[in-house]
């Protein structure tokens, strides 16, 4: 996996994010699962990973059964807990890219919960809003 981020975008991600996010570009997978509750939850694809076993093993999965490049699209930080990420995702084979909403709730220094899903079209197509219809 080979991460893009712009460094002053990853300056601003709150700590805990910008580590796990870290961590896992870089290879560093038990450190990525390490900042994990013990009974945290991942929803991703559809799956649901709950404790740090599963979720251990869920990380060095998703980070590593497709070559892929990640390309921090921005974030925003909705209370003390919660922290919005979207991320583009570009694989090698051809439909392989993909925008992902990544949503952490985090509690005391830990992850307790991690939600992966396609965003919505409407945060792909950042602008002014079309002509009003009537």
Request: hydrophobic fraction near 35%; charge should be negative; glycine fraction near 10%.
């Amino acid at each position: 996996m080979t991460p893009t981020l712009d460094p002053e975008q990853e300056r601003q991600l709150p700590g805990l994010v910008r580590s796990y996010l870290a961590a896992r570009d870089a290879g560093r997978y038990a450190d990525a699962a390490a900042l994990f509750a013990p009974d945290a939850v991942v929803v991703d694809d559809g799956r649901t990973h709950t404790g740090i076993d599963a979720i251990t093993d869920w990380v060095v999965e998703s980070a590593t059964a497709v070559e892929h490049t990640t390309t921090l699209l921005g974030h925003a930080v909705g209370d003390d807990q919660t922290v919005e990420v979207l991320v583009r995702i570009d694989a090698g084979s051809p439909g392989g890219t993909a925008t992902l909403r990544q949503t952490f709730l985090t509690d005391y220094g830990v992850i307790r919960r991690l939600t992966i899903e396609p965003a919505p079209d409407r945060e792909l197509r950042p602008g002014p809003p079309g002509p009003a219809r009537g």
